[in-house]
């Protein structure tokens, strides 16, 4: 199957600061990427839809001027989580669309805001 | 209503059995359907996509579909304990995907 990479897998910050998780499909371009964030047993939360060259379609209950999504090329999106609070520790994975349509998970990013 | 609904178990199977999981769709409109592996800490990871009626095998597991009855399956013959995990179904719909909550799947020794 198709790899989408996700970096960092682990990140550790203060409250206050802001952290950068970056989403790449290595070997297909992804006009569309997808955010989740998942708490411990709990199923996954769609945060919102990443399109290539366009802004992001943020869904309901999740703050776009918090959680800033950048889809800048066809193999990248990033995920910033500004001004990150303890109730932000989570853990996010990203996914993306391959072909024949099927959809392929990164290994996900898990943050915790001291 | 949820797009997509799953038991969320537990499910308990002993070595060697069949593990059945069962999922139901809710919009006729849905045009792929998937199931994901998600072991805890992990990430999900795809193991079966299905799209037309009727059934789809790739070594010990099955996927079933019967889009009359809105209704999708997986089969894992001869359970290992490595199976343990949990199984999300997954539906497509445009540009959509939308996941059932999960079924935990426990394989014992």
């Known amino acids: 199957g198709a790899v989408v990479s996700q970096h960092p897998s682990w990140v550790i910050c203060k409250s206050g600061t802001s952290v950068k998780i970056e989403c790449r499909s290595l070997?297909?371009?992804?006009?569309?990427m997808f955010w989740y964030r998942q708490f411990p047993k709990q199923s996954l939360m769609l945060m919102a839809t990443s399109n290539e060259g366009s802004k992001a379609t943020y869904e309901q209950g999740v703050e776009k001027d918090k959680f800033l999504i950048n889809h800048a090329s066809l193999t990248l999106s990033t995920l910033t989580v500004t001004s990150a609070h303890p109730e932000d520790s989570s853990f996010y994975i990203c996914s993306a669309r391959g072909q024949p349509g099927e959809l392929f998970f990164g290994e996900g990013s898990r943050l915790t805001v001291l | 209503q949820k797009e997509v609904e799953q038991n969320s178990g537990p499910l308990s199977v002993p070595e060697g059995a069949i593990a059945s999981l069962n999922c139901t769709y809710s919009?006729?409109?849905?045009?792929?359907f998937f199931w994901y592996r998600q072991y805890s800490g992990k990430s999900p990871e795809l193991i079966m996509s299905?799209?037309?009626?009727g059934d789809k095998e790739d070594g010990r597991f099955t996927a079933q579909l019967n889009k009359a009855s809105q209704y999708v399956s997986l089969l894992i013959r001869d359970s290992q304990p490595s199976d343990s995990a949990t199984y999300l179904c997954a539906v497509n719909l445009g540009n959509q995907f939308y996941f059932g909550t999960g079924t935990s799947l426990t394989v014992i020794p």
């Open positions: 919009d006729r409109g849905s045009q792929s």
């Open positions: 070997d297909f371009q992804a006009t569309t």
């Open positions: 299905i799209y037309s009626n």
